[in-house]
T-cell receptor, first 118, second 112 residues
């Protein structure tokens, strides 16, 4: 299957700072990228969907000014947590979906990023 | 919006036995995809099996098979010959053209 990477895998930051998480599709062009948040022992909650070159669509209850998503190319999407607070501490997972080539309509997940806000 | 329900928070099975995990979903769409994902302690999501809604035949992948009942909106996963490495969280997921939704998950423990 295709590979999706996330960087960093783990980040610790101070309250009030901003953190950027990168999600890359390494060997395919991602038509759409999804960002999920997962609290311990819970399911993946969809935060937003982004299509290359257009604004992200946020789920109800997700603050778009706090969780900035940029999908500037077909292989890169970024999630920036602005003015992070301890309650933003969570595991963030991205996934990428493509409508091109041999991976048509498949969805591939990154390994996740553990964010801890002190 | 689509919803996915997994009513079994935890299950256990003896090694080499068979176990079935339940999943129901709600949608008004006719074209969609259903998945079972495994999430081990590493938290990497691993695709177990996939089913296209337009296909009547149930998907199978080695020891894993599904019972897809479209009219009942049911999508259960059967794991045969359970192995210790099958111990993980299992998530049922629904995908249409623009998003993917997950159930709450079932924690499966395979006992030696």
């Amino acid at each position: 299957g295709a590979v999706v990477s996330q960087h960093p895998s783990r980040v610790i930051c101070k309250s009030g700072t901003s953190v950027k998480i990168e999600c890359r599709s390494l060997d395919f062009q991602a038509t759409t990228m999804f960002w999920y948040r997962q609290f311990p022992k819970q399911s993946l909650m969809l935060m937003a969907t982004s299509n290359e070159g257009s604004k992200a669509t946020y789920e109800q209850g997700v603050e778009k000014d706090k969780f900035l998503i940029n999908h500037a190319s077909l292989t890169l999407s970024t999630l920036t947590v602005t003015s992070a607070h301890p309650e933003d501490s969570s595991f963030y997972i991205c996934s990428a979906r493509t409508f091109y080539g041999r991976n048509y309509n498949e969805q591939f997940f990154g390994p996740g990023t553990r964010l801890t806000v002190l | 919006a689509q919803t996915v329900t997994q009513s079994q928070p935890e299950m256990s099975v003896q090694e080499a036995e068979t176990v079935t995990l339940s999943c129901t979903y709600d949608t008004s769409e006719s074209n969609y995809y259903l998945f079972w994902y495994k999430q081990p302690p590493s938290r990497q999501m691993i695709l177990v099996i996939r089913q296209e809604a337009y296909k009547q035949q149930n998907a199978t992948e080695n020891r894993f098979s599904v019972n897809f009942q479209k009219a009942a909106k049911s999508f259960s996963l059967k794991i045969s010959d359970s192995q210790l490495g099958d111990t993980a969280m299992y998530f049922c997921a629904f995908m249409n053209w623009n998003d993917m939704r997950f159930g709450a998950g079932t924690r499966l423990t395979v006992k030696p």
